[in-house]
């Protein structure tokens, strides 16, 4: 069951300037970077009461991510629910005819389990699912 929202997260055509933005502009908790190697990203994650700002941006030029940046430039890029039952919650899903990214979850950043809902299933926005640690 989804049980929360665990993070928003903004695409960065400049990593560094946009974790400096967040960080002394904005003032807010920096809990660090982490490259996800299966989705070629790196990521920025900002802790906020009750969720996170997780900034992401290419490791490669075939990254989705950076499609995403061609295509719209920066900005929200999707938002993830935490959910402590991901495989019951994907089948539910699927039987109520949403469509997934991928046929079956990834892991992501910290480690954990994921998977991303079709925009075009969820009213145009990029929905990810991540399995509670």
Do not use: W
């Not at 941006?57 to 295509?71: A, G, I, M, N, R």
């Not at 089948?91 to 809902?117: C, M, W």
């Amino acid at each position: 069951m989804i049980v929360g929202l665990n993070h928003i997260a903004i695409a960065v055509p400049d990593f560094e300037e946009a974790v400096e933005r967040f960080l002394l502009d904005f003032g807010l908790n920096f809990k660090g970077t982490e490259d996800v190697v299966a989705a070629k990203t790196k990521t920025a994650f900002f802790p906020i009461e009750g969720t996170q700002i997780e900034l992401i941006h290419p490791l490669t030029k075939d990254s989705p991510v950076q499609k995403f940046l061609d295509k719209r430039g920066g900005g929200l890029h999707h938002i993830c629910f935490e959910t402590d039952a991901l495989d019951e919650d994907v089948d539910r899903l699927k039987e109520k005819g949403y469509r997934f990214i991928t046929d079956e979850p990834q892991i992501g950043a910290h480690n954990s389990r994921v998977i991303f809902i079709h925009p075009k299933s969820a009213g145009g926005v990029l929905i990810e699912l991540m399995e509670s640690t």
